[in-house]
């Protein structure tokens, strides 16, 4: 079975600091990987995701994250971070041989300091 | 202007009452699902559906039945056999079963 850890609860960063979210995933063949934003009280919003191909992949609002097989892991990375990206920001893992069900992990919520 | 719409925004819910929540997308898509979410914590899927009129169980059906007659939508019934059904309830979509994408979400609160 498939599993995705987010070891980091909560971040607090300063704005214009750089930011970097870690995951970590437990999948027997190749995942689909993605990163989603979700703001209070709202949906989950696609920042990026990792099918295949460049393991370094670019998303929606300066985001970029980077599948490392050999650690299975697939950081979210932001070199300067605005105040309306606090939020909570979740890695999810897809299993291609079950109709991409996605296993999510538990959430990084980020804080940023004026 | 394509996306995936779910109503109420709020819901309460009586003792012993079963409640619905609906999901509706004009995105064309095969695919849909069904998470909840407790604080504090990700997602977690009741029941997806590949095509219209057939679905599965997700981790965590017990309590929770749905339905797929048309392919725009895909309602799920919170019944009373669900003992602890506060939670944030998101509905999502997909292509190909490949990128799925997110609803607004539905708060359900017990009375």
């Known amino acids: 079975a498939q599993s995705v850890t987010q070891p980091d609860i909560h971040i607090t960063v300063s704005e214009g600091a750089s930011l970097e979210l870690r995951c970590n995933y437990s999948y027997g063949a190749t995942p689909y990987l993605f990163w989603y934003v979700q703001s209070p009280g709202q949906g989950l919003q696609l920042l990026l995701k990792y099918f295949s191909g460049d393991t370094l992949v670019q998303g929606i609002k300066g985001f970029e994250a980077e599948f490392k097989r050999s650690q299975s892991s697939f950081n979210l990375r932001k070199p300067s971070v605005h105040w309306s990206d606090a939020a909570e920001y979740f890695c999810a893992v897809g299993a291609r041989a079950a109709g991409n069900k996605l296993t999510f992990g538990g959430g990084t919520r980020v804080l940023v300091k004026p | 202007d394509g996306g995936i719409t779910q109503s109420p925004k709020y819901l309460f819910r009586k003792e012993g009452q079963n409640v619905t929540l609906s999901c509706e997308q004009n995105?064309?898509?095969?695919?849909m699902y069904w998470y909840r979410q407790d604080p504090g914590q990700g997602l977690r899927l009741i029941y997806y559906?590949?095509?219209?009129?057939?679905?599965q169980k997700g981790d965590i059906a017990e309590g929770y039945s749905v339905s797929r007659e048309k392919k725009e939508s895909f309602p799920l019934t919170v019944t009373s056999a669900q003992k602890n059904p506060t939670a944030f309830y998101l509905c999502a979509s997909s292509r190909n079963q490949e990128t799925q994408y997110f609803g607004p979400g539905t708060r359900l609160l017990v009375l």
């Open positions: 995105l064309n898509h095969d695919a």
């Open positions: 559906s590949q095509i219209v009129n057939d679905f």
